[in-house]
């Protein structure tokens, strides 16, 4: 048998469960149509054709899988299964498509994913949380259009650039060790952020990164990135502290425009990162430098045209004795060090602030 033809099964309310043999290559229309007390489905990967209406209104499913040979999903094949929560696809699947599964709280996708297509999960308004595989390259237009209380996105290990979601509701993200950039508009408009680790990993930030995120409160980038990308920051309009990590060596145009509640910078690189633009004029007179202390470092700031405008440029802030185990600790030379001995550290805690503290 190599297809289930169309209405074979067609308001077979008393069907309980479903297996669905390893030759079946296609599911016809309206083949399972009005079959109410089915409680979960998986599709095998022998599927690559399911017609249109196929499960249409199987309102008892609760999960679903989806195989990965399924390259074509018809029109309203799940329309009326008002009640699923758990979209799972096999892995080997390379393209999550359209299904019209309104109810699904998250969704997981294998690393075989390559491609969201365009609207795969338009107005799934009971989506929470996401997690993208670690081999996506490309998100279509829409992919996520109106699922506006999606709370958690995940990165999976493998993914290597973090690209656009267009999930604007997102409170909490994870990345893997393996992201090397951060996409262009990747997090952008994302208010309900406050914080994110970035890490180490990660070689540079795209424009409008992060632009608009005005939760972000602090923002720590590590020693491995290098560039900062046009408007990554800007009109960020909650952040008060920034370190930039002693690998930066560019900083782009309009990179912290309108980003005016800046208190304290810390530059971690002895030689001044190239700026394309300056920091708003306000922040240059209420913020205060934080710079290395060795290498000649507050010699250079003061002499560069972007960085020698701020009013208080200091090489050594002295406060609380370091309590709390933090993410990273740097020296005033932008090292990375243990904290170990006395002096004077950079402390940056897991939240992604950033303080000058002593060792006694």
């Keep these: ?3 289930i033809v169309t209405r074979t099964f067609e308001f077979c309310t008393a069907l309980t469960s479903l297996t669905i043999g390893s030759s079946v290559t296609g599911i016809g229309g309206y083949a399972f149509y009005g079959c109410t007390s089915l409680s979960s489905l998986t599709i095998p990967n022998s599927v690559t054709s399911i017609a249109d209406y196929a499960f249409q209104n199987c309102t008892g499913l609760k999960s679903i899988t989806i195989g990965s040979g399924v390259k074509n ?3 309203s094949a799940f329309s009326g299964c008002s009640n699923v929560e758990e979209l799972i696809y096999a892995d080997g699947c390379t393209e999550v498509l359209q299904t019209g599964l309104r109810s699904i709280t ?3 996708m294998p690393n075989s994913v390559t491609r969201i297509e365009d609207k795969a999960f338009l107005y799934c ?3 929470t949380s996401v997690t993208i595989g670690g081999n996506v390259k490309s998100i279509g237009e829409f992919a996520f259009g109106g699922c506006s209380n999606v709370k958690e996105l995940i990165y999976a290990e493998g993914c290597t650039e973090v690209l656009p979601t267009g999930l604007k509701s997102i409170r909490s993200v994870s990345l893997p060790n393996s992201v090397k950039s951060i996409g262009d508009d990747a997090f952008s408009g994302c208010n309900g952020l406050t914080s994110i680790s970035l890490p180490e990993s990660v070689t540079s930030i795209g424009a409008d990164a992060f632009s608009f995120c005005n939760g972000l409160m602090s923002i720590s980038l590590p020693e491995s990135v290098k560039n900062i990308g046009k408007a990554a920051f ?3 309009k909650s952040l008060t502290s920034v370190t930039i990590g002693s690998g930066v060596a560019s900083i782009g145009t309009r990179a912290f425009n309108g980003c005016e509640r800046i208190k304290e910078i810390y530059s971690l690189n ?3 990162p190239t700026c394309a633009s300056d920091f708003p004029e306000c922040v240059y007179k209420a913020a205060t430098l ?3 202390d060795t290498n000649d470092a507050l010699a250079r700031y003061k002499a560069d045209m972007i960085w020698q405008k701020f009013f208080a440029i200091s090489e050594g802030l002295v406060a609380p004795t370091i309590s709390t185990k933090p993410q990273r600790i740097y020296n005033l030379g932008g090292q990375r060090t243990t904290g170990a001995e006395h002096g004077i550290y950079v402390l940056q805690q ?5 303080k000058k503290v002593m060792k006694r």
């Design 1 to 3: 048998m190599t297809g």
């Design 73 to 75: 999903l018809g029109f």
């Design 106 to 108: 998250s969704v997981v």
């Design 125 to 127: 308004y009971a989506l």
């Design 234 to 236: 800007q009109y960020c």
């Design 270 to 272: 002895p030689m001044p």
């Design 290 to 292: 934080y710079v290395p």
């Design 350 to 354: 897991a939240d992604g602030t950033a």
